[in-house]
């Protein structure tokens, strides 16, 4: 047995597994990342996975409703 403490989980992804990229924003249209985001998500940093985490619902204003509308 280990006297460490248990390390906390790391920030879960955002992913819904609708990965569309909309060409006006250059986001997912189902997570609302950027590409690099989503291919570096493993290796980032819990900081920076909050800090994309917090900004996904700012971000997801940028795509037009409309092209949403097609994956909800």
Do not use: H, N
Request: proline share 10%; glycine share 4%.
């Amino acid at each position: 047995m280990s006297d460490l403490p248990p390390r906390p989980a790391p920030i879960a992804t955002p992913c819904i597994k609708v990965c569309v990229i909309d060409g006006e924003t250059g986001l997912c249209m189902g997570c609302y990342r950027q590409l690099t985001e989503v291919a570096a998500w493993q290796k980032l940093s819990d900081e920076d996975r909050v800090r994309i985490m917090t900004e996904l619902p700012t971000r997801r204003e940028r795509i037009r409703p409309e092209k949403l509308a097609m994956f909800r």
